[in-house]
C-alpha cells in the first residue's frame, strides 16, 4: 500500500501564491505518473497538471503560465506551485499516484486551496 499525504493549502487572497506539497510513503516499488487533480464544489474532479517519472509535464489549459507541476523522486514527493491565483482555483486539490502503467491507482484524501476576491 502507498499512503499520499498531502499539505500546503489554506486560504489566499486572489493573486497571492500557495505551494502544495504531496509525499508517498509504504510500500512503494516505484512511482510512475504522478499529478494533482482538483474539485470544486457541484463541479467534477478535473485534472490540473500530472508529470512523469521522467519529468515530463502536462498541464490544464485553465492553469498553463500560472501552476507548475515538479517531483523529487528521491523523496516520492511532487509539488504544485500556484501563482497569480484566482476566485475560480477554489477547491479541494488531490494528489495522485500510478505505480501500474499510467494508471492513478493511489490518491491522497485532498487539501483545501481557498482564493478570496
Known amino acids: 500500500q502507498v499512503q499520499l499525504i498531502e499539505s500546503g493549502g489554506g486560504l489566499v487572497q486572489a493573486g497571492g501564491s500557495l505551494r502544495l506539497s504531496c509525499a508517498a510513503s509504504?510500500?512503494?516499488?516505484?512511482?510512475?505518473?504522478m499529478g494533482w487533480f482538483r474539485q470544486a464544489p457541484g463541479k467534477q474532479r478535473e485534472r490540473v497538471a500530472t508529470i512523469t517519472r521522467g519529468g515530463s509535464t502536462n498541464a490544464a489549459d485553465s492553469v498553463k503560465g500560472r501552476f507548475t507541476i515538479s517531483r523529487d523522486n528521491a523523496k516520492n514527493t511532487v509539488y504544485l506551485q500556484m501563482n497569480s491565483l484566482k476566485p475560480e482555483d477554489t477547491a479541494v486539490y488531490v494528489c495522485?499516484?500510478?505505480?501500474?502503467?499510467?494508471?492513478?491507482?493511489?490518491w491522497g484524501q485532498g487539501t483545501q486551496v481557498t482564493v478570496s476576491s
Open positions: 495522485a499516484a500510478a505505480t501500474i502503467g499510467d494508471l492513478y491507482n493511489y
Open positions: 509504504g510500500s512503494i516499488v516505484r512511482l510512475n505518473g
